[in-house]
């Protein structure tokens, strides 16, 4: 799929559905923050190419949530205590095994931004974004089986490599990179986010023969 007001192919793992729309997965992912007060920068990592979802392509560290995140036998029912855990457990859990970063608790994640997949795209994810701090004395590395690279970028520097094909980047990498561009710092970044109301964000997608254009809501046509 594409950016706002462009068109083009779709990306990996954004094939077209043309029959009932599949359940979107919960799904919870992390933009790992360094620079302080001084800069901003976060941290992506490069899917194995030998993915069959999201190969090659450059990401936050994130999944969908397991059985193991789950707090007891209680069910993930949407909106329930029981759910955030989960949400919270999920996204700590992959940032240790995607970026080898181990938090100290879930409690210092900071919530971002919620994006539930289109309704026309086969694989759907209802995916929680939040912001992270790098611990101090870690540094993140790769496993080199599900995840072979990594980079540290300031939001511009990735969406300019993106553009000169140094990188491949999917929808929801570049909207996210662009909102965060606008901030001068880590710290500045954190200070936004803490405590702001956090609506889902579901692009629409308007297909133009093999072409798709994603619309936001507040677009004109959505």
């Known amino acids: ?3 706002r007001g462009q068109s083009e192919p779709a990306g990996p793992g954004e094939e077209y559905n043309p029959g009932p729309a599949t359940a979107a997965r919960q799904a ?3 933009i790992l ?3 302080g007060d001084t800069c901003l920068e976060v941290l992506l990592v490069r899917r194995t190419p030998h993915a069959r979802f999201m190969g090659g392509v ?4 994130g999944g969908a949530i397991e059985a193991g995140d789950i707090p007891g036998d209680a069910p993930a029912q949407s909106g329930s205590a029981s759910e955030a855990h989960a949400l919270r457990a999920a996204a700590a859990r992959e940032l240790r095994e995607e970026a080898g970063i181990a938090l100290a608790e879930t409690a210092e994640l900071v919530q971002f931004s919620r994006w539930i997949t289109p309704a026309v795209v086969r694989t759907r994810f209802d995916t929680h974004f939040y912001l992270a701090t ?9 496993d080199g089986e599900e995840c072979v690279a990594l980079g540290w970028f300031t939001p511009r520097a990735a969406l300019d490599a993106h553009s000169a094909g140094e990188i491949a980047l999917v929808f929801p990498t570049i909207k996210h990179l662009e909102q965060l561009d606008v901030f001068s710092s880590s710290d500045a970044l954190l ?11 579901e692009p629409r997608v308007v297909l133009e023969g093999e ?12």
């Open 191 to 201: 200070a936004h986010a803490r405590g702001r109301e956090v609506l889902p964000v």
């Open 28 to 30: 919870a992912t992390v």
């Open 134 to 142: 790098l611990p101090e004395g870690q540094e993140p590395q790769v």
């Open 1 to 3: 799929m594409s950016s």
């Open 33 to 35: 923050l360094r620079g």
């Open 211 to 222: 072409l798709a254009r994603v619309l936001l809501p507040g677009d004109p046509g959505y």
């Open 58 to 61: 450059w990401v936050f560290p």
